[in-house]
């Protein structure tokens, strides 16, 4: 026996090295990948559920310890039809996927890859611009994004790669200029054949392999830097070297030299004098012309191209906002609401001494600019009266409630011109002065006005009257998407596959904009599927958004409560927290309703919470059929319920930095709906 125990000490010591275990986050994300592909039959030991890259030698995949470090793909044929994947390990070093033929665009999740040193996709047929997404990429020294679609401007984060020496943009659709390479260290830089203009910066020029043809550079010479200011403008030296003010006239002395002085020297500050003072009154004449002209010309642009307008927060000190209105017209009709609503606009005190202020300026009656605080925050739509909405609702009849929650009661509202709204009435929090709860709605609805996305509930109109707080939004027949799911009203007809996964997509789509469009973030912490409403063609739009800073302190426990039943995410159960990455949980959530049909909590069952029961089951083929809701009857794509159950798992991580951003929960879905489109298993 003692003869065996050497033996037995040396298989201990080689056990860790034979046992080779990956790290659970790197298998998800190359299941994940795996997944997606539509012919991969070449990648030789992969799985679209569980295994172990790292101990099984996976083609392509090489590891340092249990994480995956390097994945090369490259010439291997499998990007036919398939989208870029979206989910990668994230301690990558080297990610070489060239000479294949993705498609789509680069994914956010590259973003995230601090140590990624060297990045290889072309030779494939990616398009669309590039995301600033590389401003958290230190060690990237090798970029290759060759042979490829791309188009757009570079973006400003490249200016942040310290460590860049190689980049290969060649034969792209690149335009503006490449000045923001001009700091970077690099050593081997091609931009070939694509739309560059502008010059090329000196510091580019010394390159000793530097390739720019096939653009379009400008041929004149730049124009040379201008000159630094003088480090004393306040005075200037006189011939004698002494130092007089430019604005002082000397005195007029006997004396050749005095005379001389005074002609010259006093006579040139004269003419200096006057020049200047005429070229600053024409500098204000041209400033005030063009200020009258051109005071809202961002917000036109903005306007122009239906660009987000940012959520302003709501300022807790009185700092002055810039704040931009339509027009008591534009707010007759507003532009960007799908109903063309109209009705009478309700003029306020501090509305009527803005237009007295600007009564003269009818050339801006597209769009005005006004300077307030914060509390004067106007919102940019409709104004309501307490009595319009009485007479909509019948007085807030009961028979009109479609709705109720936190927030307040739902009213169905049909006005004189045919027009059918739902009015929610705002609970807000009593304790505060009718002052701040005043500038605390009407900041709300300022910033959520502003919403305008084809999945978010749309805001129309408003009421801040008699100590009544209002909200009026689009109105949607077919309720809300617990209803279709779990209120079993025989007049709603069962959703179908199809439709469950458009419905997630929009959904997606909305959050999508509200995390990463919306300047800043907003985050919506009362996502669930009673917050899901469905229009006649049952697409989704996502309501109550921005509404929490209405509730009241007193007030936020109950709403803790209210989205606890069942929504409750790990950090909001340890910390209370609640960020971008709570919200895609509760996605997650959403999406398990829409696969089991189930509630997310629900006590008559002995397994009441939905995510405690459903997600050990999500990569078991045949645990995951027998979740399926009933009432699909067993018609849906066995490879889509697959992928839907994949995207699940990835929102239902619990550790958030590890839930993926909605952009790119987005491109998963997308692809799945693409595959339903045409008609693929």
Not at 100 to 108: A, E, I, R
Not at 208 to 230: I, V
Not at 529 to 539: G, K, M, R, T
Request: charged letters at 20%; one cysteine or more; proline letters at 6%.
């Amino acid at each position: 026996m003692r003869q065996l125990l050497p033996f037995f000490i040396f298989c201990l010591v080689l056990s860790p090295t034979v046992d080779s275990s990956t790290d659970q986050a790197d298998v998800t994300a190359l299941n994940t990948m795996f997944s997606g592909l539509n012919s991969a039959s070449q990648l030789s030991g992969w799985s679209n559920n569980g295994g172990d890259p790292c101990g099984e030698g996976w083609t392509g995949i090489n590891c340092s310890g249990s994480q995956v470090t390097k994945i090369d793909l490259s010439n291997n044929g499998i990007g036919q039809g398939n989208q870029f994947p979206y989910q990668l390990p994230p301690n990558l070093e080297r990610l070489d996927f060239s000479r294949n033929t993705f498609s789509g665009d680069l994914p956010y999740s590259i973003s995230q890859m601090s140590t990624l040193k060297y990045l290889n996709i072309g030779g494939n047929q990616l398009q669309g611009s590039l995301s600033d997404m590389f401003a958290n990429l230190p060690r990237l020294s090798t970029i290759n994004f060759s042979n490829n679609n791309f188009s757009g401007d570079l973006p400003e984060s490249f200016g942040s790669l310290s460590s860049l020496k190689k980049l290969d943009l060649q034969n792209n659709q690149f335009t503006g200029t490449i000045d923001v390479l001009a700091k970077l260290p690099l050593g081997d830089l091609n931009v070939d054949n694509n739309h560059f203009s502008g010059w090329i910066p000196d510091q580019l020029k010394n390159i000793n392999n530097f390739r720019s043809d096939g653009n379009s550079w400008n041929a004149e010479p730049p124009p040379p830097p201008s000159k630094p200011s003088s480090k004393n403008p306040s005075h200037t030296p006189t011939r004698q070297g002494r130092k007089t003010n430019p604005v002082h006239v000397p005195p007029t002395t006997k004396g050749g030299n005095n005379s001389s002085s005074k002609t010259g020297v006093g006579g040139g500050l004269i003419v200096g004098v006057i020049l200047s003072v005429l070229g600053v009154g024409a500098v204000l004449a041209f400033l005030l012309i063009r200020r009258k002209k051109n005071r809202f010309s961002g917000m036109e642009k903005l306007e122009s191209k239906q660009v987000f307008t940012p959520l302003y927060p709501v300022n807790e000190t009185n700092e002055l906002k810039i704040i931009g209105i339509p027009s008591e017209s534009t707010l007759q009709t507003p532009p960007h609401s799908p109903m063309g609503l109209k009705h009478r606009h309700n003029t306020t005190d501090y509305e009527k001494d803005e237009q007295l202020e600007n009564k003269d300026n009818n050339e801006f009656s597209d769009h005005k600019t006004i300077v307030m605080e914060s509390r004067k925050s106007v919102p940019i739509c409709n104004v309501y009266s307490v009595a319009d909405l009485q007479m909509a609702t019948g007085s807030f009849s009961a028979d009109n409630v479609i709705g109720e929650g936190l927030f307040g009661r739902v009213y169905r509202a049909e006005f004189d011109d045919g027009k059918v709204l739902a009015v929610k009435k705002i609970n807000i929090c009593t304790q505060k002065k009718q002052e701040e709860v005043e500038e605390k709605f009407l900041a709300t609805v300022s910033n959520i006005s502003r919403l305008h996305h084809p999945n978010v509930s749309e805001v129309v109109g408003y009421c801040s009257e008699h100590g009544q707080h209002l909200i009026l939004y689009e109105l949607h027949e077919n309720g809300s998407l617990e209803e279709f799911l779990h209120l079993g009203d025989d007049s709603k007809y069962p959703l179908s596959w199809n439709i469950r996964v458009m419905i997630a997509l929009g959904t997606a789509r909305g959050l999508e904009y509200l995390h990463q469009v919306c300047s800043p973030a907003l985050v919506h912490m009362n996502l669930k599927s009673a917050n899901i409403l469905l229009d006649a063609e049952l697409n989704p739009h996502v309501s109550d958004c921005g509404l929490y800073n209405l509730v009241g302190n007193a007030d936020r426990q109950a709403f803790d409560l209210d989205i606890g039943c069942g929504y409750t995410s790990p950090e909001m159960t340890m910390s209370g927290e609640y960020t971008l990455k709570t919200d895609v949980y509760n996605f997650g959530i959403i999406m398990l309703e829409l696969v089991t049909g189930r509630k997310p909590f629900d006590r008559q069952r002995s397994q009441q919470s939905l995510v405690r029961w459903a997600t050990p089951q999500l990569h078991d083929i045949d645990a995951l059929d027998k979740m399926v809701d009933p009432t699909l009857r067993g018609i849906y794509p066995a490879k889509s319920l697959s992928g839907f159950a994949d995207v699940i798992a990835l929102c239902l991580q619990s550790e958030p930095e590890f839930r993926p951003p909605m952009s790119e929960v987005v491109q998963a879905l997308v692809r799945l709906a693409q595959r339903e489109k045409n008609g693929l298993s």
